[in-house]
């Protein structure tokens, strides 16, 4: 069964950094893209950050783009977004996603709250 | 950006009827290797998005048969043949095609 589970969320000062998590489980992780997509409290998707599975690829949207990095660790399944210069409009769930074209899996979220 | 316009964004629908969701594009994505990449997604309250419908009408395996996406180019379509209570949720198109990735508003559906 293909899980994603997200963690490293909590509450931060603005300015301040962040490092998100998925855990990937279920599936060969190394063979496919992922992706990163957030949902600020009551409004709707936003497309975030894209890596390929041998990492030779990365794109960014550009509200986060200079702030954000994706990385992934295919020998221990995992996927990374760390934040940096965080701004109280980057306050949402932060999910992770299989797939970059048309993503089927995705994780439970975790909240991230950006405020003094 | 290609920008996704969903009507209507708000969706009362009556129980065993019919519903239908509009997404526009503002450019083709109809991609280079011929296919086309808009996907619909169903949120129901309090979860993660669920992939309903994949390059514009492969149904995923478990969606029920009621729901049918169609369309080409710059304008689709999420149907759903009789709604049912469980289909309360916001229902998100989705485009792969372009750089960088985009999604609808988003389109509330509840019971009449």
């Known amino acids: 069964e293909v899980q994603l589970v997200e963690s490293g969320g909590g509450l931060v000062q603005p300015g301040g950094s962040l490092r998100l998590s998925c855990a990937a489980s279920g599936f060969t992780f190394s063979n496919y893209n992922m992706i990163w997509v957030r949902q600020a409290p009551g409004k709707g998707l936003e497309w975030l950050s894209y890596?390929?599975?041998?990492?030779?690829?990365?794109s960014y949207a550009d509200s986060v783009k200079g702030r954000f990095t994706i990385s992934r660790d295919n020998a221990k399944n995992s996927l990374h977004l760390q934040m940096t210069s965080l701004r109280h409009e980057d306050t949402a769930v932060y999910f992770c996603a299989r797939g970059v074209s048309t993503p089927d899996y995705w994780g439970q979220g975790t909240l991230v709250t950006v405020s003094s | 950006d290609v920008v996704l316009t969903q009507s209507p964004l708000s969706l009362p629908a009556s129980l065993g009827q019919p519903a239908s969701i509009s997404c526009r594009a503002s450019q083709s994505l109809v991609y280079s290797d011929g296919d086309t990449y808009l996907n619909w997604y169903q949120q129901r309250p309090g979860q993660s998005p669920r992939r309903l419908i994949y390059?514009?009408?492969h149904r995923d395996s478990g969606v029920p048969e009621r729901f049918s996406g169609s369309g080409s180019g710059t304008d689709f379509t999420l149907k759903i043949s009789r709604v049912e209570a469980e289909d309360v949720g916001v229902y998100y198109c989705?485009?792969?095609?372009?750089?960088?990735?985009?999604f609808g508003q988003g389109t509330k559906l509840e019971i009449k």
């Open positions: 989705m485009q792969g095609t372009h750089w960088p990735r985009t």
């Open positions: 890596i390929s599975g041998n990492t030779a690829e990365i």
């Open positions: 390059k514009v009408s």
